[in-house]
């Protein structure tokens, strides 16, 4: 494990609630880290300030930067990669914190597994740390996030163990440097939600692997889903958490799936909003109702987005795209 170099990218947002134990977790790595890199999108409170005070330097950029964009701004401030199989990228949310050996046992699972380019902890509640809330994800035929859980599923190791999955959270993902450079990084329309499955189904079709492993273990608060803090991204259409990601949820499915499943693809999304929005609407929550049918509307409109976005995962397969 001593041949490999992993940068950690921290990414804040208004994160000063969390961060100091964030901080702490990485500092405290049994694998030492070799550099960390924070970036900073413009954050209100006193994130910047509290990670400058631990001697990490900080990148700044515009408040409605999209969390993809933030890590790719780290990496080209990275010296030019040396030994392609042996640089790492590790993903940090400013709401995460990990257990002290987290890093050594993921590089651990690498080290035997040269196919795998992404690997990720077990993450549990950040509240309640019994609460497991992913050991690998994937997507649903409605664009869910599936994990395979139960609704708050308790954690006695039942789950436990190496497992090859499509993809990882963004929270402590680890990631090998060529191969996020080759396919590009995360995908500059998916400013926030989505961009770890996206990520995960491209470099599944590249040829590669993800796996989960639980013996590195994270705390998740999980700010942004659950509306602890203002999603600021550009495509956040007026700080609405619930439309952005059911539009990513459509967009995701739309670029990645396998042209012949298309028209029943667009089927299912039209359907499923509809019902959704029926639902929400029973609920007297007529602001949840549009945000369905908009998210996938919002799709059909701009046909050149979508377009352009199979045409690159096109150019980067190499197997056939199966998932969904």
């Given at each position: 494990?001593?041949?490999?170099?992993?940068?950690?990218?921290?990414?804040?947002?208004?994160?000063?609630?969390?961060?100091?134990?964030?901080?702490?977790?990485?500092?405290?790595?049994?694998?030492?880290?070799?550099?960390?890199?924070?970036?900073?999108?413009?954050?209100?409170?006193?994130?910047?300030?509290?990670?400058?005070?631990?001697?990490?330097?900080?990148?700044?950029?515009?408040?409605?930067?999209?969390?993809?964009?933030?890590?790719?701004?780290?990496?080209?401030?990275?010296?030019?990669?040396?030994?392609?199989?042996?640089?790492?990228?590790?993903?940090?949310?400013?709401?995460?914190?990990?257990?002290?050996?987290?890093?050594?046992?993921?590089?651990?699972?690498?080290?035997?597994?040269?196919?795998?380019?992404?690997?990720g902890?077990?993450?549990?509640?950040?509240?309640?740390?019994?609460?497991?809330?992913?050991?690998?994800i994937?997507i649903?035929?409605?664009?869910?996030?599936?994990?395979?859980?139960?609704?708050?599923?308790?954690?006695?190791?039942?789950?436990?163990?190496?497992?090859?999955?499509?993809?990882?959270?963004?929270?402590?993902?680890?990631?090998?440097?060529?191969?996020?450079?080759?396919?590009?990084?995360?995908?500059?329309?998916?400013?926030?939600?989505?961009?770890?499955v996206?990520?995960?189904?491209?470099?599944y079709?590249?040829?590669?692997?993800?796996?989960?492993?639980?013996?590195?273990?994270?705390?998740?608060?999980?700010?942004?889903?659950?509306?602890?803090?203002?999603?600021?991204?550009?495509?956040?259409?007026?700080?609405?958490?619930?439309?952005?990601?059911?539009r990513?949820?459509?967009?995701?499915?739309?670029?990645n799936?396998?042209?012949?499943?298309?028209?029943?693809?667009?089927?299912?999304?039209?359907?499923?909003?509809?019902?959704?929005?029926?639902?929400?609407?029973?609920?007297?929550?007529?602001?949840?109702?549009?945000?369905?049918?908009?998210?996938v509307?919002?799709?059909?409109?701009?046909?050149?987005?979508?377009?352009?976005?199979?045409?690159?995962?096109?150019?980067?397969?190499?197997?056939?795209?199966?998932?969904?």
């Amino acid at each position: 494990m001593s041949s490999h170099r992993v940068t950690a990218i921290l990414v804040l947002h208004d994160g000063a609630t969390w961060l100091p134990e964030v901080v702490v977790s990485l500092t405290s790595q049994t694998r030492q880290i070799d550099q960390i890199i924070a970036v900073d999108t413009g954050s209100l409170d006193s994130s910047a300030q509290l990670v400058k005070g631990a001697r990490i330097p900080v990148l700044t950029m515009d408040r409605d930067t999209g969390f993809g964009e933030a890590i790719s701004h780290a990496v080209a401030t990275l010296p030019v990669i040396v030994a392609p199989e042996n640089e790492w990228l590790w993903i940090i949310h400013d709401d995460i914190s990990l257990q002290p050996d987290a890093l050594e046992n993921l590089l651990a699972e690498v080290e035997t597994r040269p196919s795998v380019a992404m690997a990720g902890p077990k993450i549990l509640g950040w509240h309640n740390r019994t609460h497991l809330l992913e050991i690998g994800i994937s997507i649903a035929a409605n664009g869910n996030r599936w994990t395979g859980l139960e609704p708050a599923e308790y954690d006695q190791g039942q789950r436990d163990g190496v497992h090859e999955v499509l993809a990882v959270s963004t929270a402590g993902a680890l990631i090998r440097r060529d191969v996020f450079e080759k396919l590009g990084g995360f995908d500059p329309n998916l400013d926030l939600f989505r961009d770890d499955v996206d990520f995960g189904w491209r470099l599944y079709s590249a040829g590669f692997a993800a796996i989960a492993v639980s013996s590195a273990v994270a705390f998740h608060a999980e700010a942004s889903a659950n509306e602890r803090r203002s999603v600021d991204v550009a495509e956040a259409f007026l700080h609405r958490p619930l439309l952005l990601d059911r539009r990513n949820a459509a967009y995701v499915l739309l670029v990645n799936s396998s042209w012949w499943r298309l028209p029943l693809l667009t089927v299912q999304l039209l359907a499923g909003a509809i019902f959704r929005s029926i639902a929400f609407l029973f609920a007297k929550l007529p602001g949840y109702a549009g945000d369905e049918i908009l998210a996938v509307g919002t799709q059909f409109l701009h046909p050149a987005e979508l377009v352009r976005a199979r045409k690159v995962r096109k150019t980067q397969r190499l197997v056939p795209s199966g998932i969904a």
